[in-house]
């Protein structure tokens, strides 16, 4: 084997190797009213993820692991509210169940 072609396989497998380690959890909830929020985000220092809500619910899909803080905008007349301290565990699905929102 060529030596150009062994460096090309030994840098494609170290790639491939680094992508397996990386680490990536759910997060999902429903909010009531379901017409009571604009938008959701998750949020983990700069980094703001937006998700859309389906009759109330909300999803995340493979986001990285850590803590997020969860901002629900509010649709008049409802305020926006925030769940903090989300924690996203790899492989999983963190459940953060029924938001209700205030007027």
């Known amino acids: 084997m060529k030596r150009s072609s062994m460096v090309m396989m030994t ?5 491939l190797l680094a992508f397996t380690f ?3 959890g759910n997060i ?3 909010v009531l009213p379901a017409d ?3 938008e959701v985000q998750a949020i983990m220092g700069t980094d703001t993820l937006r998700t ?3 009759n109330g ?5 493979n986001i990285k692991t850590g803590t997020y803080a969860i901002l629900l905008k509010g649709n008049m007349p409802y305020k926006d ?13 963190t459940d953060i169940g029924l938001i209700r929102l205030a007027q």
């Open 11 to 15: 840098g494609l497998l170290l790639s």
């Open 81 to 93: 509210t925030t769940v903090k301290n989300v924690a996203v565990i790899d492989s999983t699905t």
């Open 28 to 30: 999902q909830g429903k």
């Open 22 to 24: 990386i680490k990536s």
């Open 57 to 61: 619910s909300f999803i995340f899909k």
């Open 52 to 54: 859309a809500l389906n």
């Open 36 to 38: 009571g929020a604009l």
